[in-house]
């Protein structure tokens, strides 16, 4: 069988089963095609670990995030054919893991906020920024919002984060008085445009703000989450403040998302910890 033809029997097998909806279905035949149109001609049976490193090549430009995305759903396709006794072996088996950057810029300095809140054109633009910048919401979770979620007698903003998880996020005063002029003689979704949508927006704004400085250098929607974090956490100095504020179910996830700490804040932070136990 070509490999072409086990990766669509794969995702239609899935979508049949109801495992995964059309979205996902044409997401994971689009990745999937990516090793395909790599090796034209290709039986699945003759896929090897060399095809799979020749593909890895092809992604090697994408952001971590989405490489691990991609090899990923290879794993899950890989493990797939083998129970089918289409794949002799799993080539994907001991793969080196897709690791993060080190030293990219996810946070924005209130300069850069600024600077980027001079070149929002409209109120829903900045009622999309303050979502993200003052609550720390992910471009999905944005998207997903309702007029009726917004309790104004409890400055509460009910978010639905992935996997379905609910939390009540707090409003403060000036997000409060946005949402009130927004939501008034309004109903169904708050902002209603897709998450891809917002995430382009976003990183539009961004370009014209001229806080970019490159297609993957780190300064996108998410980093507004993570600048919600890392502020917050300088705030309180509670990390389990930030994880619960973040929707995140590990804790480990929310360290991720934290400002970096400069040599000279961290030996201060010894100095005084020094100080404090003498």
């Known amino acids: 069988m070509l490999l072409t033809d086990a990766i669509t029997a794969y995702v239609t097998e899935r979508a049949a089963t109801g495992e995964i909806k059309a979205a996902t279905a044409e997401q994971l035949a689009w990745r999937l095609g990516l090793l395909a149109r790599t090796h034209p001609g290709l039986a699945v049976e003759d896929l090897t670990r060399a095809h799979v490193l020749d593909w890895q090549r092809t ?5 971590p995030a989405t490489r691990r ?25 001991r793969l080196a893991k897709v690791r993060d950057e080190r030293g990219k810029p996810r946070h924005l300095s209130p300069g850069r906020i600024a600077r980027l809140a ?20 992910r ?5 997903r919002l309702r007029v009726s979620d917004w309790d104004r007698s409890a400055a509460e903003l009910r978010v639905v ?7 009540d996020a707090q409003v403060l005063d000036d997000l ?3 949402l009130d002029r927004w939501c008034a003689g309004r109903a169904g979704p708050l902002i209603g445009i897709t998450a891809e949508r917002i995430s382009l927006l976003v990183s539009g704004w961004m370009d014209q703000a001229g806080i970019k400085t490159g297609r993957y250098d780190g300064i996108s ?6 600048t919600a974090a890392s502020d917050l956490l300088d705030g309180c100095g509670n990390v389990r403040i930030v994880q619960e504020f973040l929707g995140h179910a590990s804790l480990a996830t929310t360290e991720r998302y934290l400002r970096p700490h400069s040599k ?7 100095q005084a910890a020094r100080r404090h136990t003498a």
Do not use: N
């Open 139 to 143: 471009c999905v979770e944005v998207a």
């Open 221 to 226: 929607a998410h980093a507004l989450r993570h």
């Open 59 to 63: 992604t090697g430009a994408q952001r």
């Open 264 to 270: 000279a804040e961290m030996r201060a932070a010894q």
């Open 176 to 178: 409060a008085a946005m």
């Open 118 to 137: 001079m070149v929002l054109p409209d109120d829903r633009a900045r009622l999309i920024v303050a979502l993200m910048h003052q609550l720390g919401l």
């Open 69 to 93: 995305g991609y090899l990923s759903t290879l794993k899950v396709f890989c493990a797939w054919a083998v129970d089918q006794g289409l794949l002799p072996v799993d080539p994907t088996t």
């Open 161 to 167: 984060g992935k996997g379905g998880h609910v939390r």
